[in-house]
């Protein structure tokens, strides 16, 4: 998740103790992490609908990629914009992002 850019080690710190003493243990809490990466260039979409849709939605992008001259770098990345114990899910949406730099 994209955090603002004056959020702290710290300030995440403080806010994973927050959600410790107020939720209690969580195992998936410990795997919480704050992690910075520059991707550089990039393609990505919005994908709205179902998780198990989402190799459909990557296919635009293989193509769009092909047609454009671009090849796949680095890691691919999912960005949740919705919460998926609320949302319908075909109305979930997912920003899907691919690192890319051009095919020589």
Known sequence: MMLPAHITP??????VQQVLAKRGE?????????ESFAE?????????GPYADEPRTLAV???????HGLRFRGKHHEIYMGDPRRSK??????VLRHAVERDV
């Open 40 to 48: 550089g260039r990039c393609i990505q979409i919005m994908h709205i």
């Open 26 to 34: 969580n195992p998936a809490l410990a795997k919480v992490r704050l």
């Open 10 to 15: 710290a300030m995440f710190r403080q806010a």
């Open 61 to 67: 992008m293989d193509e769009y990629m092909r047609t």
């Open 89 to 94: 899910p075909e109305k979930l949406k997912t």
